[in-house]
């Protein structure tokens, strides 16, 4: 089974700043996906972005940037140019590649709340 | 286009009741997912639909819940004799069946279900 780690239960930032989510997983697949949600209060989740584990490129998504570890199975989350509105409850999800090509159930992380101060 | 809506928003019930949550995907999208967001939790999975099937339920905790997609589209969780446990949020996920980059799951906004 697969599980994932966020080991940051809170984090805040100064707007403008800089900060990264850590998150750590486990998972004796080889071909598999990488994501990081946002949900704001209003609940909905956002997807912020995602990963190919087979891609050594770590994927960027304007200010938002991974650093994707796959040794050390690491996939943490940068926010560079904090803004007010990424206040939020961040979470990073696994899911492996369906075998058939098909779609596969998520592994979510227990989530960061951060929060970007004026 | 429009994104994955959940009915209702917010539904409180009773201990022993039973309750009906409707999720609508993205048209289009073949796979439906249904998870559990427990108070400071992340999401749980609890089934996922390719077309009508369920083709894994094994996220479901108990025979009290039970889901369907008759046409392959809309899906509804049902949830007999409801224990205060029960009380969480229920998040609805769609994604377009083929893999790759369809693989992305985009979810609904929820439904609060309380169990007094």
């Known amino acids: 089974a697969q599980t994932v780690t966020q080991s940051q239960p809170e984090m805040s930032v100064q707007e403008a700043e800089t900060v990264t989510l850590s998150c750590t997983y486990d998972?004796?697949?080889?071909?598999?996906?990488l994501f990081w949600y946002k949900q704001p209060p209003s609940r909905q989740m956002i997807l912020v972005i995602r990963?190919?584990?087979?891609?050594?490129q770590n994927a960027t998504e304007n200010r938002f940037s991974v650093n994707f570890q796959k040794a050390a199975k690491s996939f943490s989350l940068k926010i560079s140019d904090s803004q007010l509105g990424d206040t939020a409850m961040y979470f990073c999800a696994f899911m492996k590649h369906g075998i058939q090509g098909g779609s596969e159930k998520l592994v979510f992380g227990k989530g960061t709340k951060l929060t970007v101060n004026p | 286009g429009a994104g994955v809506s959940q009915t209702p928003s917010n539904k409180v019930t009773e201990k022993g009741k039973y309750v009906e949550l409707r999720c609508d995907p993205i048209?289009?999208?073949?796979?439906l997912y249904w998870y559990r967001q427990s108070l400071g939790q992340g999401p749980e999975f609890l089934i996922y639909f390719q077309g009508t099937g369920a083709a894994d339920d094994s996220g479901l905790p108990n025979d009290r819940f039970f889901a369907v997609r008759p046409e392959g589209s809309v899906s509804t969780l049902k949830i007999q004799r409801t224990e205060r446990g029960d009380s969480a949020v229920y998040l609805c996920?769609?994604?377009?069946?083929?893999?790759?980059?369809?693989?992305?799951?985009?979810f609904g906004p929820g439904t609060r279900l309380t169990v007094l």
């Open positions: 996920a769609s994604s377009s069946l083929g893999g790759g980059i369809t693989d992305t799951q985009y």
């Open positions: 990963q190919e584990a087979y891609k050594q």
């Open positions: 048209s289009g999208h073949t796979a």
């Open positions: 998972t004796s697949e080889s071909n598999y996906y």
